[in-house]
């Protein structure tokens, strides 16, 4: 059982930055798939990145691209999400997931396990 708990959430003000982390506890942080998602007030959960287990591979949303970078640090059981260029559209939770590895990345919300979330707010 994986558990996975994400921090670096908080208030923002359009064009700033933010990283969200995701620590990784009770299995083979590297034997995992990593995935960040989001979900806005009254829509569905959507897909925003996702990371190899290696970190060799990564996939990002149209919506995001360019401006957020996804990794990871096996050796620290952490998955990154650098945000760059914020707009308020960007306003939502962000939830981590894991899934086991396999070789391609999965950009539906068919992950294993899930974190609590963390809330971001973009201001205009």
């Known amino acids: 059982q994986v558990q996975l708990a994400e921090s670096g959430g908080g208030l923002v003000q359009a064009g700033g930055s933010l990283r969200l982390s995701c620590a990784a506890s009770?299995?083979?942080?590297?034997?995992?798939?990593m995935g960040w998602f989001r979900q806005a007030p009254g829509k569905e959960r959507e897909f925003v990145a996702a990371?190899?287990?290696?970190?060799?591979?990564?996939y990002y949303a149209d919506s995001v691209k360019g401006r957020f970078t996804i990794s990871r640090n096996n050796a620290k059981n952490t998955v990154y999400l650098q945000m760059n260029s914020l707009k308020p559209e960007d306003t939502a939770v962000y939830y981590c997931?894991?899934?086991?590895?396999?070789?391609?990345?999965?950009?539906?919300?068919?992950?294993?396990?899930w974190g609590q979330g963390t809330p971001v707010t973009v201001s205009s």
């Open positions: 997931a894991a899934e086991l590895a396999r070789v391609a990345l999965t950009t539906t919300v068919d992950y294993d396990y």
């Open positions: 009770g299995g083979t942080f590297s034997s995992y798939n």
């Open positions: 990371i190899s287990w290696s970190g060799g591979s990564t």
